[in-house]
Structures are given as C-alpha cells and as structure tokens.
C-alpha cells in the first residue's frame, strides 16, 4: 500500500518535534536537580540561594512556550506554529537563560565558598 502524501510528515517538522523532545527533557533535569537543590539547603537549614528558583521559572516558562508551539496541532487557527512566534519566544528563552546561568555564576560560588569558610571556623 503506498503511502499518501497525507500520512508523509515533513523532515523539518519531525526534527523540530525531536528538538522540542530534547529541550523538554534537558529541562525536566533541569527542574529536578533545582528542587533536589533547593530542599536539601532548606533541610539542612541554609537559605536557599535565587538561582535554583530562578531556574524552575525557566523551566516553567519553557514548558508553556512548548505547549504553545503544539497548540497549532489541536486549534488549527492559533497559528503558534509560525516562524515569527517561535523566533520570538526562542530569543525571549534565550535572554532568560543566559540571565539564569549569569545568576548561577554570580551567586553559586560565594554561597558555597561561605559555608566552607564557616565550617572551618
């Protein structure tokens, strides 16, 4: 039985559902090791640094812009699959990642250094 054009899916289509796959998954992680961060400081009664929970917004953030990019799937006329719309949210992630992993280099360090330093002592 050949296949119809219908049941074909576009090459570039596939890889953006495959990079999404990854994105969703790198993110998952991502949450994770921040909530495994964040409630082992708060146990151990340290304050809880602002790079984990800046890092769960990015994760919760990107995980609504994907849903957006698959709304086009089940509301035909969202039109959230252009390439305007993904463009911007690319670059809106893309400055909240960088602004993330800014804030994890600029408050990791001191935060740990200090509590070696107060262990010693």
Do not use: H
Not at 45 to 58: A, E, K, Q, R
Not at 61 to 70: D, M
Request: one cysteine or more; glycine letters at 6%; hydrophobic letters at 55%.
């Amino acid at each position: 039985m050949p296949l119809t054009t219908a049941a074909m899916r576009n090459p570039f289509l596939i890889a953006r559902f495959v990079l999404f796959s990854i994105i969703t998954y790198l993110n998952i992680l991502a949450l994770g090791f921040a909530a495994w961060e964040i409630s082992s400081m708060s146990s151990s009664g340290l304050p809880v640094p602002g790079s984990p929970i800046f890092v769960i917004f990015n994760a919760c953030v990107l995980f609504f812009f994907t849903v957006l990019a698959g709304a086009e799937l089940v509301f035909p006329k969202a039109r959230t699959a252009q390439v305007k719309f993904e463009c911007g949210w690319t670059a809106f992630m893309s400055s909240l990642q960088l602004a993330c992993a800014i804030d994890v280099t600029i408050n990791g360090p001191p935060v740990y250094c200090g509590l070696q330093l107060y262990q010693t002592v």
